[in-house]
């Protein structure tokens, strides 16, 4: 059985002191912005309780202020007993 879905999430990044490591650099994350995402998927049922499922999305700034625009996609299997 397919099973196509779509999503719509608000982020909000309220400036906290919070900090993020990407290799050796520290990235503040204390910046105040909202975004937006969208999205959509398929999940395909292949046995009871084993399915695959693909998404793609984007997510845009409301503002042009530290613009965050971007991409995403995943894929998997999902079981459940």
Do not use: C
Request: charged share 20%.
């Amino acid at each position: 059985m397919w099973q196509p879905y779509v999503l719509a999430n608000v982020w909000r990044d309220w400036g906290a002191k919070a900090k993020t490591m990407f290799g050796i650099d520290s990235v503040p994350l204390i910046e105040q912005a909202t975004r937006l995402e969208f999205a959509g998927g398929l999940s395909a049922k292949i046995l009871p309780g084993l399915s695959l499922y693909a998404q793609a999305g984007y997510q845009l700034a409301t503002s042009n202020d530290n613009r965050r625009d971007g991409v995403k996609g995943d894929f998997g299997v999902h079981y459940s007993w």
